[in-house]
C-alpha cells in the first residue's frame, strides 16, 4: 500500500534532496542485501533513473577521460550512452554463447589484447554474472568492474571490489516507475557516487561535475510499498517461470538462456533455430505480443558507429541477435495465458509450413493483449 507512505510525504512536506523516504528506502534495501550475503560495509546510493546510477558509478570510478571501457555488443543502449556520457570509449565484446553474456574468461581474454580501463558486464536479462570471479579479475590485472545489473535487482549479487548499479524502472523485477541505486562495498566510492547525484556538492560549493539524479520522496514511497510485497512478488514471478518451463523445456526449435539459479528471469528470452523476426509476426496474428530486447545489438546503432571498428569480431552475438524473442512474462498471465503463448510458439517455430492454428480463443488472445504488467 503506496497511500500511508505518501501521506507521510504530505505530512512531512519534504518532497526530495534526501528525505525521510528515501533514507529509510536506503536502509532498507542495504539489508535486504545483507540478508543476501552482500559484504558489511555496503552502501546504496538511490538514483533518478538506472541509467544515472550507471553514471554515477562511472563519475565516481574517476578514470581518465578517453578510458577504455569493455561493454558487450548485446545489451540495452543505455550501457554504451553511459560510457559517452562520461566522456570514456565503448569497447565491444562478444558474448558467451550459454549465458549470452560478458563473462569474466571474455574480459581476460581482451584484457590480454588491449588496454582495458574499465569491464562494465551486464547481467543480460537478469541474468546474475560471478561476482568473485569479477573481484579476482580486477585483483589479477588491476581493471575495476562496475556491473550494469539494471535489469537483476534481487539477483545480482555486490562484489567485494565489483560495483553495482541496479535499474528500478517501471518494467524491472523491483519497479517504482523511475529509479535505480548504485551499490559498492567501498564507502568512498558510495560517496562519490553520492556527490554525483547532487550536482557534485560538497559544502556548498561543487567540487566536481555532477548532475541533479537524486530520488524524489514519492519514488521512494513507491519503493518502500514495492518492498512490503517483494516477497509476494518473486512468488508471483517464480509461478509464472515454473509454468513456462514446464512448457518450453524439450521444445524443438527454442532454447532457454542457461540460468544459475532456480530463480524466475527479469524478462523471459527464447532463443529460436528459426528467424525471430519471422515468429514475432506469426505470434503477433494471434494476439501473442513479443520484443526484441537489446536488438539491434550496438554496433548496429547509428550513434555509436563511431566506436566499432571495421572488423568487430563478434560472432556470437551477430549468430545469437537475429534469434533472440521476448515472451510476455509478467504477473498477470495464469497458466491458460502461458499455454496459449507456449502453443503458438510451438506453432510458429515450425519455419517449413504456414502455422496452423487451432481455433485460437479470440477472447484468450485479446485478454493477453490487454492485459498490464501488474508488478
Ligand atoms: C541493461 C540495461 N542497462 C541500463 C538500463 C537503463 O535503466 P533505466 O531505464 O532505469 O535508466 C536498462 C533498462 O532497460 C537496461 O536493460
Known sequence: MVAPYLERVDTARWYTNFGPLVRELEDRLEGLLASVGAPSETRVVTCSTGTSAIDAGLAALQLPPGSRVLVPALTFPASALAIIGAGHVPVFSDVCPRRWQLTPKIARRVIAEQRIDLVMPVTTYGRATAVDEWDQ????TGV?????????????SIGRTTSVAFSFHATKP????EGGAFVSADPELAARARIYTNFGFVDGVVERFGTNAKLSEYHAAVGL???ERWPALLRR??????????????????QLQSWPTARAPALLIVRLVADAATVAARLADVGVHTRRWYVPTLVDHPAFAPYVPADPKLPVTEHLAPHLLGLPFHTALDDDDIAYVCDALERAVTIEEPPRFVAASTELATALHTKRVAS
Not at 579479475?137 to 589479477?140: F, P
Not at 514446464?246 to 527454442?254: A, E, P, Q, T
Open 174 to 177: 523491483f519497479g517504482i516507475g
Open 137 to 140: 579479475l580486477t585483483i589479477d
Open 225 to 227: 510499498a514495492q518492498l
Open 237 to 254: 514471478r517464480q509461478r509464472v517461470w515454473t509454468a513456462y518451463r514446464r512448457h518450453l523445456r524439450g521444445m524443438d526449435g527454442v
Open 144 to 156: 575495476p568492474v562496475l556491473i550494469d545489473a539494471a535489469p537483476a535487482f534481487g539477483e545480482q
